[in-house]
């Protein structure tokens, strides 16, 4: 028998390499920043084209690299950050594996100019598919440039799988997101397709934030810093009125390392309890810093996971330290011990308490249950029969009392006016039978403030008037980028919309389908706000800025198509958002009119969620009920009553 088993040609094993390590042009992007800050640079400025499909550059003013160095660092394996496997447990650097640039060069085209501060000469090379193509000296300034094009040239599934321009926009913005706010001290600046779209200086941390994340936390940040021998956690945290329903702006750092954790994260959440809505993400920056030796970085190709040897002890740690961030801002909700001082004015609290006060207040039932034992639960009668009955339970059977006598005097007088006004009101009353006309006058009502019942021939509807109504807006948000646009109201007094960079780039791709939808805006002077000129006619005025806000949070992680998926997702947010919400009180008139919509919606029976919404009872199945009481059995193990009810046909 043959031998079948050989070893790989170097740049296929790089490519299968490649595979784990560069998914998009964004783990391009973070792998040359990384690259960059531990090389000390100051100064780094990212470059990008078409997304990044044909062009990353990265330039920044680190230490360089000598000759032997920069052809070295393409190799597999090769690296300056670990000599032995010691140093893998001390690890204080954002790279260490030696993967990223041969993954890279197995992929795309690489053009490379290094040169070390004390040198006079730089290196260029430059590689495609893993091989060196150009290897000669040059002038350039101290530091490197790199630059990554045609990403994915030699693997075109790979390429043709890539996302629209504006999705791989959003997870560049992301990384550079990321890595900027790890290093306030270091300034980045972003080009895209040759213009400036944001460039930061060096600043503290929360300035950092302002610019990345927007002014909008301006006033709404809380400084967390708490320090032990082992732990330290630094950062900001939002108020509780930026907690949002998905997740958008919640950045963890350990080591200066960007990681997702959805066990920190729920530690972070739980200190907002009770402070914020159930499922919802408060707004977080935090960094940690703790012993490298007490975590393992080294478990996921993007390093974005990381495992510490004590969870427990991190997660109480990070949820004891926002609690107390919270409480120096005086955000927990606390207990007001000051009277007000319209209550310190009552003429009950200045009036003096004279003796027939006393006395009546002590032999009231009250103050009885509180002052003798076994009187807590005691319920003592009150009125049986007529007035003149009454006891007074202080004095017994017999006791008399002169303020008892009054008393039943007063009662006495209240009972014979009632008599006297008070329509005779039968012993029994029969429940009304329902007509056609009653229906019809009555009908459809409200329940719960939450449903809507409607007699039927054959039975009754009972609608969920969230579900319903988000139903009808779908339908007619969709219809209106087929049929007519959405009518739009110009705002009286117009809100600014300030964006952080990355939502200004995803909006830009949506300004065409909201103003499809009813909205109208306007860039203002300042190229990262907007201004809401018009919101669509049907809707009242004031809650348009949290809505599109609302709306970016949630189309943040978008993927696939940016003309199909996108559009999806902002019709079925702004359905969402619009919808009547559960308890709000609704008139006749409007039950009525969701209930006509609703039935004349192509699909009436499931919201774009996929909730239903409402369910059809026949008068046969109520029958059943009545003679067989084992229908109303919804375990899941029968479900004779779900059978029951009918599904619409």
Known sequence: MSDKIQLLPEHLANQIAAGEVIQRPASVVKELLENAIDAGATDIQLIVEEAGKRLIQVVDDGCGMSETDARMSFERHATSKIRDIDDLSRIQTMGFRGEALASIAAVA?????????????????EISNSRVLRQEPC??????????KNLFFSIPARRHFLKSDAVELRHIWEEFNRVALSFPEVGFSFIYEGELQLKLEKSSLKQRVLQLLGKTYADKLIAVQEKTADLHIFGFVGKPDTARKSRGDQYFFVNHRFIRSNYLHHAVTTAFTPMIPAESHPMYVLFLEINPEEIDVNVHPTKQEIKFGDERMVYAFVQAAVRHALA????????????????????????????????????????????????????????????????????????????????????????????????????????????GSTEDSVFPVQLHLKWILQPVKSGFIL?????????????????AFTQQPIAVQSCL???????????????????????????????????????????????????EKQTLTQLLVQCRTEIGDIQVELREKIIRTLARQHAVSIGRPLSRKEMQQI??????????????????????????????????????????VTGRFQQACSQPR
């Open 493 to 543: 007094f117009p809100q600014t919309l300030d964006l952080a960079p990355a939502d200004q780039a995803l909006l830009e791709h949506m300004l065409n389908d909201l103003h499809m939808l009813g909205y109208r805006l306007e860039r203002a002077d300042d190229t990262r706000s907007y201004v809401i000129q018009g919101i669509p006619a049907d809707l009242p005025p004031g809650h």
């Open 328 to 435: 120096v801002a005086s955000v927990t909700p606390a207990i007001d011990f000051e009277v007000p001082a319209e209550i310190q004015q009552s003429p009950a609290l200045n009036r003096p308490f004279t003796p027939e006060q006393q006395i009546r207040i002590s032999h009231s039932p009250l103050y009885t249950s509180f002052t003798q034992p076994h009187q807590a639960h005691v319920i003592s009668p009150h009125i049986t029969g007529k007035p003149d009955q009454f006891v007074d339970p202080s004095k017994g059977a017999g006791g008399a009392d002169p303020l008892s006598e009054e008393r039943s005097r007063r009662w006495q007088s209240l009972y014979e006016t009632i008599q006297q006004t008070a329509p005779d009101i039968p012993q029994q009353t029969a429940l009304p039978l329902s007509t």
């Open 139 to 148: 002038t350039c300034p101290p530091g490197t440039r790199i630059k990554v």
């Open 109 to 125: 085209e690489v053009e490379m100019q290094t040169r070390p501060a004390d040198q006079q000469l730089g290196t260029f090379i």
């Open 595 to 636: 209930i006509d919509e609703l039935f004349a919606c192509k699909e009436p029976e499931f919201a774009p969620s996929g909730k239903r919404t409402y369910l059809w009872i026949q008068d046969a199945n109520l029958e059943k009920w009545l003679s067989d009481p084992s229908f109303f059995d919804i375990s899941p």
């Open 463 to 479: 609608l969920h008037q969230y579900a319903a109504h988000e139903r009808i807006l779908y339908e007619r948000y969709r219809q």
